[in-house]
C-alpha cells in the first residue's frame, strides 16, 4: 500500500551531502516499507526526502543504494519497483563478484523451493564452468546449500542456507533424504488403525483365564509357549468380540484428532500436519481398513471378514438365508422360489 502524505513523516533537514542523502533516503524507505514490498517513484515523494522532488537526484540515490546491495530492483507490471534490503542481507552482496552475485540472486529469489542449476545457467547465461565456481564458492560462505527433492531426486538444486525447504520439494516427513520412509509410514499407518478400530468397536473386557493347576514350577520354554497360547486366546477372543456402536454414534475420530493424538504419542519425530495425516487416512481408506463416516468427517475400522485364526467371520449377508442361497438368482415376487414360501427365510425370522 502507498503511503500518502497524511502518513508520512515530516520534513527532515536537507542533507548536506550525496551520501547523507542517501542514508536518509535508506532509512526512511526502510521504516516506512515492509521488506517484501515493492515500492515506486510515486510512492517515495511524499516522503519529502529529495529536495523539490528531483527526479535527477533520486535516480542518483536510487542507483547509489542498488549499488550498495540496499535496494534490489523488481520489473512487474511494466513499471520500475524497488524493495528494501537489510544492511546484513548487503553485507553478502558486497564481498561477492558479479557472477557470485548474479547467482545468488537466483537462488534468493526462488524462496524455500530451490532452484536447479540448469535453470540457474539458462537465465544468467553464464558458463558450466562459471557456474559450478561460483555455486562452490557461495556454498563455502555458507549463503546457498544443496538440497534433496523427492520430486526430482537427480537433480541438484540449491537453496539459501538458513531456510528449510518446503514439503513440497523434500516431501515431508514420509521421506528422509529425498527417499520414501516405507517402515515410518507402515508403522504409521498401524497405529492410525488401532487408534481408530479402537473408538470405532465396542470391546468388552476379556476375563482373564482361569489359573491351571499344574506344575509348581515351569522352565522357561514352558513359560513362553503358555504365555503365548493364553494371550492368543485373549487376541481371538477381543477379535471376535466387537459390538458395534449404537445408532446415532459420533464418535468416530477425525483427522484433527488423530493428527493430535499422532503427535502426543511420540512416534513421530517431527510434528504431523493434518494434511499429512489426511493422506494416511485416504491409503487406509484405499485398502479397504478404514471407511469414510458422518459425512466424510469421521473414520471407521472395517471389520474384516476373516479372523486372524483363517476362520470366517459371520455378518448379516452371510447369516441370512437369502446370502447363501443356492437358488438366489431365482427368487423373486410370485416366482417359483420368494420370499413368502421361502421356509428357511420363515424360520430365520421366527
Known amino acids: 500500500m502507498a503511503t500518502t502524505l497524511d502518513d508520512a513523516p515530516d520534513a527532515l533537514p536537507s542533507p548536506s551531502s550525496p551520501k547523507e542523502l542517501c542514508n536518509a ?18 510512492d517515495i515523494w511524499p516522503l519529502k526526502i529529495i529536495p523539490d522532488d528531483s527526479l535527477s537526484e533520486l535516480m542518483v540515490c536510487i542507483n547509489r543504494l542498488m549499488q550498495d546491495g540496499l535496494l534490489k530492483l523488481h520489473n512487474g507490471s511494466g513499471r520500475a519497483g524497488w524493495k528494501v534490503v537489510s544492511k546484513e542481507n548487503a553485507k553478502k552482496y558486497q564481498n561477492l563478484t558479479i557472477e557470485e552475485a548474479l547467482v545468488y540472486s537466483y537462488v534468493e529469489s526462488s524462496g524455500r523451493e530451490g532452484i536447479w542449476t540448469r535453470t540457474i545457467r539458462s537465465r544468467t547465461n553464464l558458463h558450466q564452468t562459471t557456474m559450478n565456481r561460483c555455486l562452490k564458492i557461495l556454498e563455502s560462505k555458507a549463503l546457498i546449500k544443496p538440497i534433496q527433492s523427492a520430486k526430482f531426486p537427480k537433480r541438484k538444486i540449491y537453496i539459501l542456507a538458513h531456510l528449510q525447504p518446503s514439503d513440497d520439494v523434500t516431501g515431508g516427513p514420509f521421506y528422509t533424504d529425498g527417499l520414501l520412509d516405507e517402515e515410518f509410514v507402515h508403522q504409521l499407518c498401524i497405529w492410525a488403525e488401532r487408534y481408530v478400530l479402537g473408538r470405532s468397536w465396542y470391546h468388552p473386557p476379556v476375563k482373564a483365564p482361569p489359573r491351571k493347576k499344574g506344575k509348581s514350577k515351569l522352565s522357561v520354554e514352558e513359560a513362553d509357549e503358555l504365555r503365548a497360547q493364553e494371550f492368543g486366546k485373549a487376541e481371538k477372543e477381543r477379535a471376535v468380540m466387537m459390538i458395534p456402536m449404537p445408532a446415532g454414534y459420533i464418535g ?94 420363515q424360520d430365520w425370522l421366527a
Not at 27 to 35: I, L, N
Request: hydrophobic fraction near 35%.
Open 252 to 345: 468416530y475420530p477425525t483427522v484433527p484428532e488423530i493428527t493430535k493424538a499422532v503427535n502426543e504419542s511420540g512416534l513421530s519425530g517431527v510434528v504431523m500436519k493434518e494434511a499429512e495425516m489426511r493422506q494416511l487416512m485416504e491409503i487406509l481408506c484405499w485398502d479397504n481398513r478404514l471407511m469414510k463416516v458422518m459425512g466424510g468427517k469421521g473414520f471407521k475400522a472395517v471389520r474384516l471378514g476373516d479372523g486372524r485364526d483363517g476362520n470366517k467371520t459371520q455378518n448379516g449377508l452371510t447369516e441370512a438365508p437369502c446370502g447363501r442361497c443356492p437358488v438366489f438368482d431365482l427368487c423373486e415376487e410370485s416366482g417359483p422360489v420368494n420370499a413368502r414360501t421361502c421356509t428357511y427365510f
Open 25 to 42: 533516503l535508506y532509512a526512511s524507505c526502510a521504516s516506512q516499507f515492509k521488506a517484501d514490498m515493492v515500492f515506486h517513484q510515486e
